[in-house]
């Protein structure tokens, strides 16, 4: 398997412009997670999908935010907007449901994507 | 709320020496399981080591070892004869039902 797999890996967009980032998760995981990261305030959980399906989008900072999960091998994220503020690493993971729940045997991630909004 | 504590957002370490870094936790859920997590500058996660909190006995893995303290809600990662490819940021994580807490991280800097 070749892991989740992340594009672009870097992104650069002036402000206001929209942004779109894009997910392949594991074959057979059903969970998928949207997380961003920065030097401040570390991984943040922005939303994440049971079968395709948002469970938790509390994490999600704005309007201008938005995440699908159109089928199982495929999620975005979407900026639109993008605001300088919104320069982070986005990362993508996902998880198999375990006996326990998927949380109990970790995640696989993404290699991020690098955001720069100037 | 689920919550998790990394106290030393830096440590340093010798080649070859041995380095713990501390990771604290706080859940109401009975039955969940710890990870320590390394990110490299190539900014990849990569999963160190895994504990599950209903086992007494502590995690190992080669050279990563994890002192777990239940009662005091404590998960600590040992890391022996430290190597240069460890230098990374280190995150420790909580997880139960779905979701993993996140500690913001302990930058590890191991010297030549």
């Known amino acids: 398997d070749a892991g989740v797999i992340q594009s672009p890996r870097h992104e650069v967009t002036e402000m206001g412009q929209e942004v779109t980032l894009r997910c392949k998760p594991i074959s057979g995981h059903d969970y998928l997670f949207w997380y961003r990261q920065t030097m401040m305030r570390g991984l943040e959980l922005l939303i994440y999908?049971?079968?395709?399906?948002?469970?938790?989008d509390s994490g999600m900072p704005e309007d201008r935010f938005s995440a699908k999960m159109p089928n199982a091998s495929f999620s975005t994220l979407k900026i639109q907007p993008s605001e300088p503020r919104d320069s982070a690493v986005y990362f993508c993971?996902?998880?198999?449901?375990?006996?326990?729940?998927?949380?109990?045997?970790?995640?696989?991630f993404g290699s991020g994507t690098r955001l720069t909004v100037v | 709320a689920q919550t998790v504590t990394q106290s030393q957002p830096e440590m340093s370490v010798q080649e070859a020496e041995t380095v713990t870094l501390s990771c604290t936790y706080d859940t109401s859920e009975s039955d969940y399981y710890l990870f320590w997590y390394k990110q490299p500058p190539s900014r990849q996660m990569i999963l160190v080591i895994r504990q599950e909190a209903y086992k007494q006995q502590n995690a190992t893995e080669n050279r990563f070892s994890v002192n777990f303290q239940k009662a005091a809600k404590s998960f600590s990662l040992k890391i022996s004869d430290s190597q240069l490819g460890d230098a990374a940021m280190y995150s420790c994580y909580q997880g139960g039902s779905e979701k993993l807490v996140f500690g913001k991280g302990t930058k590890l800097t191991v010297n030549p």
């Open positions: 993971a996902s998880s198999a449901q375990g006996r326990r729940g998927s949380a109990n045997y970790g995640y696989t």
């Open positions: 999908f049971n079968n395709n399906v948002p469970i938790d």
